[in-house]
């Protein structure tokens, strides 16, 4: 699993190229870099655990879901996640996800940007021989 951010596609904004060899890391690698973009993962604990259950009616709809309902846990929850595991369901139109983090702290917790939401601006999933990639901008 990896991602890299992309300095120079949105000056607003904050945006992410994400891969892995599988879908269900793909989805895992760029729930990890929207928490990147928001703390210092370092600085969470995994002690609550929340599942995400999600159906869409296509991919990058799924992943679209999936990355907001992350944004929505943070700001009606006020919780942050440092681990994921996601199993992407047949057909990928659907999915379910656990998530591993606690509330957030703010004397504790590294805080740095405060994602508002996905945009569809570049968003997209694709295959690309053997490696899933994603690419991602967050409205901050």
């Known amino acids: 699993m990896a991602f890299r951010y992309l300095p120079d596609v949105a000056l607003a904004d904050v945006a992410f190229e994400a891969e892995s060899d599988s879908i269900d890391g793909l989805f895992e690698t ?11 993962p370092k600085t969470l604990k995994g002690g609550t655990v929340k599942i995400f259950s999600l159906e869409a009616p296509d991919l990058d709809r799924l992943l679209y879901d ?7 846990s943070k700001d009606v929850d006020s919780l942050l996640f440092k681990e994921f595991s996601v199993r992407v369901g047949p057909g990928n139109l659907s999915l379910t996800a656990q998530a591993r983090g606690e509330a957030i702290d703010r004397e504790r917790h590294s805080l740095r940007n405060d994602a508002k939401a996905v945009t569809m601006h570049l968003f997209g999933v694709r295959q690309d021989g053997p490696r899933w990639k994603a690419t991602v901008v967050l409205d901050i």
Do not use: H
């Open 30 to 40: 760029c729930a990890l870099a929207v928490t990147d973009v928001m703390v210092d």
């Open 66 to 72: 999936f990355l907001t309902e992350l944004i929505i």
